[in-house]
């Protein structure tokens, strides 16, 4: 068996799904399903891992085996979880919460750039 096979046939598990109920979810036939969770279809489209990952709200790379983590990167350690100590985040929504994490993940990005402006 894949870990891809094993992966999406735990996540189906979890939700108490049969393969024809997640087959019909993903848009495929319970057959194509039956042969990514034993291991016989190599391969796996792209697309299809994508849309069970969003089905199943979690990463990608979790899916792959990349990580053990099944949850998308947004969610680890996220200011939500874990803020800072001087960072005040009580009764801010989850949509503010999110988007204080992307302000967050710009002036990064920025400071990024910026030092490689300085250290060419």
């Given at each position: 068996?894949?870990?891809?096979?094993?992966?999406?046939?735990?996540?189906?598990e979890k939700?108490?799904?049969?393969?024809?109920?997640?087959?019909?979810?993903?848009?495929?036939?319970?057959?194509?399903?039956?042969?990514?969770?034993?291991?016989?279809?190599?391969?796996?489209?792209?697309?299809?891992?994508?849309?069970?990952?969003?089905?199943?709200?979690?990463?990608?790379?979790?899916?792959?085996?990349?990580?053990?983590?099944?949850?998308?990167?947004?969610?680890?350690?996220?200011?939500?979880?874990?803020?800072?100590?001087?960072?005040?985040?009580?009764?801010?929504?989850?949509?503010?919460?999110?988007?204080?994490?992307?302000?967050?993940?710009?002036?990064?990005?920025?400071?990024?750039?910026?030092?490689?402006?300085?250290?060419?």
């Amino acid at each position: 068996m894949s870990i891809v096979g094993q992966r999406i046939k735990w996540l189906r598990e979890k939700k108490e799904w049969s393969q024809i109920q997640l087959a019909e979810k993903l848009g495929i036939h319970n057959t194509v399903l039956s042969r990514i969770e034993s291991g016989e279809k190599k391969g796996v489209d792209f697309h299809l891992i994508s849309k069970a990952a969003d089905l199943f709200e979690v990463s990608t790379d979790f899916i792959h085996g990349k990580t053990d983590n099944p949850l998308p990167f947004w969610q680890q350690a996220s200011v939500r979880e874990e803020p800072a100590p001087f960072l005040d985040v009580n009764g801010l929504s989850p949509h503010e919460l999110e988007e204080l994490k992307n302000h967050i993940e710009f002036l990064r990005w920025k400071a990024l750039q910026n030092k490689k402006k300085e250290n060419p």
